[in-house]
């Protein structure tokens, strides 16, 4: 099964949370903040805003940084994924 996201949407896959600190210290699976920080899977083919279609910024394979309290989150074939409107990201990581 295969996610297609409408309008400005993006579905992205995070990236997996650190097991310990950079000093050494191991946190447990409660104390880890998820990260903002995922990769871009698929992207929607844009919108169109007061009559001006509105390009994509971001394409699959990008590195990006988003909003801490953005998107939904789903799982789907034992993966979970954020889909997040394309303003929800806030940069590319090069």
């Known amino acids: ?3 297609s996201p409408l309008g400005d949407r993006v579905v992205l896959k995070q990236s997996v949370a650190e097991e310990t600190t950079k000093s050494g210290i191991v946190l447990p699976g409660q104390a880890k903040e998820k990260p903002q920080y995922a990769e871009v899977v698929e992207v929607g083919p844009g919108t169109v805003v007061d009559g001006v279609k509105v390009e994509m910024e971001v394409k699959a394979g990008d590195k990006v ?3 801490k ?5 789903i799982k789907l074939e034992d993966e979970e994924y954020i889909i997040v409107k394309q303003s929800d990201i806030l940069a590319i990581v090069q």
């Open 65 to 67: 940084i988003y909003s």
């Open 69 to 73: 309290y953005a998107g939904t989150e």
């Open 1 to 3: 099964m295969k996610l």
